[in-house]
T-cell receptor
């Protein structure tokens, strides 16, 4: 079964600081990778996704992530955070199941707080 | 339009009640999902429907009963729930069950008293 680990549970940054959130997954087969964001009081939104091709993917609101297959990692980055980036960030792995179908597994999440 | 809608937004029910959660999408997606999210935790998969047929049940207790009346609608029937079932219940949809991105609804906040 696949698993996803996020190393940072709580991150506090000042505005304009750079952000990197770590994500590692464990699964030997074909996977697609995602970052979702959950702003306070709002529903989960897709931030970016990786299916294949260029391992550096760009998402909404200036976020990007790099897939490093050899490290089973999919870290999220943003050069300069804003107060409005305060939210919970979830890394997720969608993997094919041996019995058919697929399953989206989430990491434990990282609570990001950006201070003015 | 990437909207998944869920009703009701909030639900309080007793342990002997029967209630239903509803989910709707009009994106033409053929896969729909139910997740359970406890406070400060990630969403956990409960059920997957593919082309209106149940394809995955993650060992969910029978007091939760999913139903997919058509390709746009997904219901979750609740009966004899326990207080520990209190959580945010999320519905999601995707084009099909093949590693595609999933779009989530706002959820129903369920409290079991």
């Amino acid at each position: 079964a696949q698993s996803v680990s996020q190393h940072n549970h709580h991150v506090i940054l000042s505005e304009a600081a750079s952000l990197e959130l770590g994500c590692n997954y464990s699964y030997g087969g074909t996977v697609n990778l995602f970052w979702y964001v959950q702003y306070p009081g709002q529903h989960l939104q897709l931030l970016l996704k990786y299916f294949s091709g260029d391992p550096l993917v760009k998402g909404i609101k200036g976020f990007e992530a790099e897939f490093i297959k050899s490290k089973f990692s999919f870290n999220l980055r943003k050069p300069s955070v804003q107060w409005s980036d305060t939210a919970e960030y979830f890394c997720a792995v969608n993997a094919l199941l041996t019995g058919g179908g697929n399953k989206l597994t989430f990491g434990t999440g990282t609570q990001l707080k950006v201070e003015l | 339009d990437t909207e998944v809608t869920q009703t009701p937004k909030h639900l309080v029910m007793g342990m002997t009640n029967k209630k239903s959660l509803k989910c709707e999408q009009h994106m033409g997606h053929r896969a729909m999902y139910w997740y359970k999210q406890k406070a400060k935790k990630p969403p956990e998969l409960m059920f997957v429907y593919s082309y209106e047929k149940l394809s995955i049940n993650e060992s969910v207790p029978s007091r939760f009963s999913p139903e997919c009346p058509n390709s746009s609608l997904l219901n979750l029937h609740l009966h004899a729930l326990q207080p520990e079932d209190s959580a945010l219940y999320l519905c999601a949809s995707s084009q099909e069950v093949r590693l595609r991105e999933q779009y989530f609804g706002p959820g129903t906040r369920l409290t079991v008293t």
